[in-house]
């Protein structure tokens, strides 16, 4: 009930603002005003303080302001920041990102911050708080998303995520943000950066790294429940220091911390994602790791990324954490047109503990024109020995094989458990407020050491971005997914599921 609470309190934060700024004449009244002046040969009058900016007014008052202000079109001549590199692939809005895949980073080196002023920061500005921040180049923002999905399961939507409940709302994420982002622009000084998330919700269940408030998820079994853990938790989910050294090459980036994995076309947070579902193969390859990754550019097209970290979703202190290797290299065309990334997100020679994975990626990207882009990710994913983990958290049988009951399935074979997967994004601009992704999906878990069923599936999406402003964002999807050799589905009950989902991202 109070989840339900939570979820209509956030829906009605996320349309008031739009319902405030479309019944606010104020901005429309002042460039009429201005208009009409200049047409008559008037001086027009002096801009006026916006008033998100008034510090007369309260904090709240400096917030809604803030919201009907960005509710207003952008200034189609706002000049661009100066960026040391090609220009950006695609526009974003609509787009969840302008510019071509890189992980570890916030943005490519050389690329300018492109974060929107948000409303929270808007309204802070005035304040001596807002003005150190401001000297100082701290970023503070987030935002709220809740879903709604209809599903054709009852018990589960697993594989599915992260909508992992069916046929309900949920509070998906609450997320709040403090960061400092090096200039990786110029070239004549040192700079230094940090980023650190939070993150509520029910969302925590899929991004909880070991060691890391797992308490929360992993002691605490929920038999009737669509996933264990608590229903809602949270999780301290980014938290690095960067380093950047502009003489390296054409300048190194060293960060250290928790950070996200380095592959994979979709991420953890909403706004970072084409489409609200995520496909299968993301859900269940490692999520964030903890270590030191340096990422160098040598070019315009070439960066090289290498570093360590404490093995998949464990922390170093945690006694299932092992030294792990990473490695990338990102190419991109001259012409702007493609990318390929291949990444070794993780290696090394240990047996399997609590999500240990070897992983190898390669991400290729396509442009068809500043509109229309795809991009394609494929892996393989194995770990070593399933059957002798240790620890509790970890099943030593698959729950679905083929030829045997539900949850009466042999042991992990010793070995490499291998999974294989490719997805597909074919991505559209409708206008600079609406964008379509159609997302395709085979993957071959053997032996079901990933999902839980050893079966090959297959999943098919479509869904849409409108953006109402620059702060809310509105994505409703319809999704249709298959498993083939055994009833994967349903909690082990069905082999096809039909989902149709929307959900609203209010930034702050």
Not at 285 to 303: E, F, P
Not at 365 to 381: D, K, W
Not at 394 to 423: D, K, M, R, W
Request: proline content about 7%; hydrophobic content about 35%.
């Amino acid at each position: 009930m109070n989840s339900k609470k939570v979820l209509s309190l956030a829906l009605l934060i996320a349309l008031a603002p739009a319902g405030e700024a479309l019944a606010s004449p104020s901005v429309n009244a002042i460039t009429t005003e201005v208009t009409a002046a200049a047409d008559l040969g008037q001086a027009a009058p002096s801009a006026p303080v916006a008033a998100s900016a008034d510090c007369s007014q309260g904090f709240f008052s400096r917030l809604a302001a803030a919201y009907r202000e960005d509710a207003q079109p952008a200034d189609p001549n706002a000049p661009a920041p100066a960026r040391r590199g090609m220009d950006s692939p695609f526009s974003s809005p609509p787009f969840p990102s302008a510019e071509w895949q890189l992980g570890g980073v916030d943005y490519p080196i050389g690329v300018p911050n492109e974060n929107s002023q948000y409303p929270l920061e808007k309204a802070l500005a005035c304040t001596k708080l807002g003005h150190w921040m401001q000297d100082n180049r701290i970023e503070t923002y987030g935002w709220i998303n809740p879903s709604l999905n209809i599903s054709s399961s009852n018990h589960t939507n697993y594989p599915l995520s992260y909508a992992t409940r069916p046929n309900r709302v949920e509070f998906d994420q609450f997320l709040f943000r403090i960061e400092r982002l090096p200039d990786t622009v110029q070239t004549d000084h040192v700079d230094w950066g940090f980023h650190f998330d939070d993150l509520y919700g029910y969302d925590y269940h899929y991004t909880t790294m070991k060691g890391v408030t797992s308490d929360q998820l992993l002691n605490n079994p929920k038999s009737n429940s669509a996933l264990n853990g608590k229903l809602y938790g949270n999780d301290p989910m980014i938290a690095y220091v960067d380093l950047y050294v502009p003489w390296v090459a054409q300048g190194m980036v060293i960060t250290a911390g928790r950070y996200l994995s380095l592959p994979d076309i979709e991420a953890q947070f909403s706004p970072n994602n084409y489409l609200l579902t995520h496909s299968i193969l993301y859900t269940v390859d490692a999520y964030t790791n903890m270590g030191v990754i340096t990422t160098t550019k040598l070019n315009d097209q070439w960066t090289v990324q290498v570093g360590v970290h404490g093995g998949d979703d464990s922390a170093p202190w945690d006694s299932t954490s092992r030294l792990t290797f990473q490695g990338c290299v990102r190419w991109v065309s001259k012409s702007n047109n493609d990318m390929l990334y291949p990444c070794v997100e993780s290696y090394n020679h240990s047996n399997q503990t609590y999500n240990n994975l070897q992983e190898f990626v390669l991400t290729w990207g396509h442009r068809f024109s500043p509109n229309v882009h795809m991009l394609t990710e494929a892996y393989r994913i194995y770990v070593r020995n399933q059957s002798l983990a240790t620890d509790p958290s970890q099943s030593h049988a698959p729950t679905g094989v083929p030829g045997y009951p539900l949850g009466e399935a042999p042991n992990f074979p010793l070995g490499h458990n291998p999974a294989f997967g490719i997805v597909n994004y074919f991505n559209i601009e409708l206008d600079p407020s609406n964008m379509m992704s159609i997302r395709n999906e085979f993957y071959n878990d053997e032996q079901g050491q990933r999902t839980g069923f050893a079966t090959r599936y297959s999943s098919h999406t479509v869904g849409m971005t409108h953006w109402v402003s620059q702060d809310l964002e509105i994505r409703p999807e319809l999704r249709y997914e298959h498993a083939y050799d055994f009833p994967a589905y349903d909690g082990g009950r069905k082999n096809h599921q039909t989902t149709a989902l929307v959900d609203a991202i209010l930034h702050y």
